[in-house]
C-alpha cells in the first residue's frame, strides 16, 4: 500500500521511495504504475511456465526406470493392482492420463497410458504420449500392420509402442518385456 508523502510515495512500513529510482511512474492520474515487481512477476512467470514445459516433456517414457525414479515421475501410485508372474502392476494418475506401469525385478518393462474414464484415447494423445515416451535424441517409427492395431519402434530399438483397434490403452514397454498369462 503506497501513501502520498513530500514528493515521494511512503511504503505501508514508512519506507520513503522515489518512484524513479523504484522504477515507478505516476500515470498522470494519481495511479501509480509499479513496472518492476510486474517485470518480477512476468520473469516468474516465464521460468514457471519453462520448467513445468520442461517437466512434461520429460513426463513419460520411464521404461527402465526403477520404482522410485517412477514415483518421482507419476506420483505415489494410486492402485497397486497386484503381482502376476514376475510382474507388479501399480496404477498412477499423472498429466491427464491414467497410467499402468509393470515392474520386473522392481524396474518398469511396460506403461499403459488411458484417458481416466476409459475413452478412446484421440490421436493427439497417441502423439503426445509417443513424442513424450521418445528420450532426447530418439523417435519413432510406425510398423505397418494388416490389422486395425498400430505400432511403433522406437529408433534405439529398446522400446516398442502398442496401440490396439479398440483405441482405449496405448502401451509402450520394453521389447524384450513378456506379458505374463
Not at 529408433?155 to 490403452?169: Q, T
Request: glycine share 10%; with cysteine.
Amino acid at each position: 500500500m503506497l501513501r502520498r508523502a513530500m514528493g515521494n510515495y511512503k511504503v505501508a512500513n514508512g519506507v520513503d521511495v522515489d518512484l524513479a529510482e523504484a522504477g515507478c511512474a505516476n500515470n498522470g492520474f494519481g495511479q501509480v504504475s509499479d513496472t518492476i515487481p510486474t517485470k518480477k512477476k512476468m520473469k516468474a512467470l516465464m521460468i514457471t511456465s519453462l520448467l513445468w514445459l520442461a517437466l512434461v516433456a520429460t513426463g513419460f517414457g520411464g521404461i527402465g526406470e526403477d520404482e522410485k525414479q517412477i514415483e518421482a515421475r507419476y506420483g505415489k501410485p494410486g492402485k497397486d493392482m497386484g503381482t502376476h508372474g514376475d510382474v507388479h502392476e501399480f496404477g498412477y494418475l499423472s498429466g491427464g492420463f491414467m497410467i499402468l506401469v509393470d515392474f520386473v525385478n522392481g524396474i518398469s518393462q511396460r506403461e499403459g497410458f488411458a484417458n481416466p474414464d476409459t475413452s478412446p484415447l484421440s490421436s493427439e494423445s497417441v502423439e503426445q504420449i509417443l513424442r513424450m515416451s521418445a528420450p532426447e535424441g530418439t523417435s519413432w517409427h510406425s510398423i505397418p500392420s494388416t490389422s486395425d492395431d498400430r505400432s511403433w519402434q522406437r529408433s534405439d530399438n529398446k522400446a516398442v509402442a502398442f496401440f490396439p483397434a479398440v483405441r482405449k490403452f496405448l502401451y509402450v514397454q520394453d521389447v524384450n518385456f513378456v506379458q505374463p498369462k
